[in-house]
């Protein structure tokens, strides 16, 4: 079965950076549309980049330009790089397939601390 597992969070003042990472077990990461969500206090888990297996990506528009998503197919890995972090951003990032239909990680809590 495969497994996610997000890292790479914590606690960062307003406009600082912060990279996340998923790790993916099993074989099939390379042939998978990827993405990062994200659920806030009180919200809905949402959809925040996403980047197909040849590279394409797309992001929210209330990420677009500060958030960047990458991927290392030969390390079963995905990343996202946060920049220019708001308040608004807090949530637990969470990485899965497009359209989430693997089992859901723990996820990684982000803070962003005004």
């Known amino acids: 079965q495969v497994q996610l597992v997000e890292s790479g969070g914590g606690l960062v003042q307003a406009g600082g950076s912060l990279r996340l990472s998923c790790s993916v077990s099993?074989?099939?990461?390379?042939?998978?549309?990827m993405a990062w969500y994200r659920q806030g206090p009180g919200k809905e888990r949402d959809l925040v980049a996403s980047?197909?297996?040849?590279?394409?990506?797309n992001y929210a528009d209330s990420v677009k330009g500060r958030f960047t998503i990458s991927r290392d197919d030969a390390k079963n890995e995905m990343f996202l790089q946060l920049n220019s972090l708001k308040p608004e951003d807090t949530a637990v990032y969470y990485c899965?397939?497009?359209?989430?239909?693997?089992?859901w990680g723990q996820g990684t809590q982000v803070t962003v601390d005004s």
């Open positions: 899965n397939a497009l359209g989430s239909w693997l089992p």
């Open positions: 980047i197909t297996r040849g590279g394409s990506t």
């Open positions: 099993g074989s099939i990461f390379s042939v998978l549309n």
